[in-house]
């Protein structure tokens, strides 16, 4: 059989963009595919778009995808506005406060995925094997596991997967409004339900919109059980027509939210990346964005290694995790406590997060350092 210098294990983006990076380095790569679709959340094709940040958006770059990708495909933010549960709090950001071009990037997965497919097929080092192909996989001298959250490898490591699940669940679909987006992302923070709408260029132009809608898992249950008028109505009361009339343009998915830690992230010939290793609620959109920070920084510990250093050596790899620990911890904390704090229907906790929303409105250096932690910069 042959003998490759790393397997990486699961095709989604973390795992070819993963691929991509050591293949550019000479290495010979394996990226093992499967097509469950798993990770599209039940939906034909995944209707999700991920609000992208610097960090990501330049490795696209790099890897020559960002530039292939087409226009509609990705749609820059320039302005973000937060509310909370009580009238008057919410929060506001724009570029032109934070000296930046945009806050984030909006970008369509299943686009984004496909153009993934494209460059991993035709890139130089590197082979793609069918998920199934032989009992052991390829063999490698590292091997890197990009599963997702539900990484079947990481289980037969016997790694520890700590899991609090939230009992919600966040239903994804796009939209087309009446009313221009105006590269305005909007989020409603309430209890028990928190709601983003961020703005997309397709399947109308400068109109549409994708919705993240993070509800307990009764209530999810019952807006996918309705029908499309009444969802539509749904909508219109939760955002009190902000966004103008809205009017659904693709089927609804919903995926369980959790948040998760593995333990550890790598061993002897092993290491864990994206999903596989971590997972947070996506109130912030933040988890593709630690998962592509992870491959940059494991690139980069591969690349600047010691020539005498095995691929898999485990002092190696834990360089790269003891690098991605800290921020991955500290999104962790930030987006659940966000969370705990939005789900109490306590009176006076809905008057202290409402009152610290509108607080941290007028502290401009907090507000900065708040985005620059978005922005990944
Ligand atoms: C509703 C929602 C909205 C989100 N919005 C954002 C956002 O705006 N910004 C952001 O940064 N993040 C966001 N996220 C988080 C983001 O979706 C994930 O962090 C990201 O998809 C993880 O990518 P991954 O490649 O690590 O895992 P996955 O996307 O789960 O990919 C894993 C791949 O591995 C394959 N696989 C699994 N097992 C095997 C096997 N044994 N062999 C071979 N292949 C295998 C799977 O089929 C899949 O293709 C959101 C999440 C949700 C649920």
């Known amino acids: ?7 990486v294990r699961g095709a989604g983006i973390v795992g070819s963009c993963l691929a991509l990076s050591l293949a550019r380095q000479g290495l010979q790569v394996a990226l093992v595919s499967d097509a469950s679709g798993a990770a599209r959340g039940g939906a034909a094709e995944d209707v999700r778009a991920y609000a992208l940040n610097a960090v990501s958006v330049g490795l696209l770059k790099r890897l020559k995808v960002w530039d292939a990708l087409p226009e509609h495909a990705a749609t820059a933010v320039h302005d973000m506005h937060v509310e909370g549960d009580a009238a008057g709090a919410s929060l506001d950001f724009s570029a032109w406060e934070q000296c930046v071009g945009e806050l984030a ?10 153009q993934l497919a494209d460059a991993t097929r035709f890139a130089p080092h590197l082979s793609i094997v069918a998920s199934g192909t032989g009992a052991e996989g390829p063999q490698a001298a590292l091997t890197a596991l990009c599963e997702g959250k539900a990484s079947a490898s990481r289980s037969a ?5 700590e899991r609090h699940d939230y009992g919600h669940r966040a239903i994804a679909t796009r939209l087309v409004s009446d009313r221009p987006h105006l590269n305005r992302a909007r989020q409603w923070f309430r209890a028990p339900d928190v709601l983003a709408l961020l703005p997309l260029d397709a399947p109308e132009p400068g109109r549409s919109y994708a ?17 499309e008028a009444d969802f539509e109505q749904a909508l219109a009361d939760a955002t009190g027509g902000a966004c103008g009339a809205l009017h659904l343009a693709a089927e609804r998915a919903a995926w369980p939210l959790a948040i998760a830690n593995a333990e550890p992230w790598c061993g002897n010939g092993w290491v864990l990346v994206g999903d596989a290793a971590h997972m947070v609620h996506p109130l912030s959109g933040q988890g593709l964005n630690l998962g592509l920070a992870d491959v940059v920084a494991l690139a980069r510990v591969i690349e600047e290694r010691e020539s005498w250093r095995a691929l898999g ?3 190696l790899l834990r360089r790269y995790a003891r690098e991605r620990a800290a921020p991955t911890w500290a999104m962790g904390r930030v987006t659940d406590g966000l969370l705990r704090l939005f789900s109490s229907p306590g009176r006076g906790t809905q008057e202290l997060r409402n009152r610290g929303l509108t607080l941290v409105n007028h502290l401009a250096p907090l507000k900065r350092w708040l985005a620059s932690r978005a922005l990944g910069s």
């Open 1 to 7: 059989m042959e003998r490759f210098d790393v397997c």
């Open 105 to 114: 990037w909006i970008v369509d997965a299943a686009v984004l995925e496909r």
């Open 157 to 161: 490591l016997g790694v520890r997967w």
């Open 211 to 227: 919705l993240v809608w993070s509800l307990p898992d009764q209530n999810a249950d019952a807006m996918l059980a309705l029908a």
């Open 313 to 315: 050596d485990e002092k």
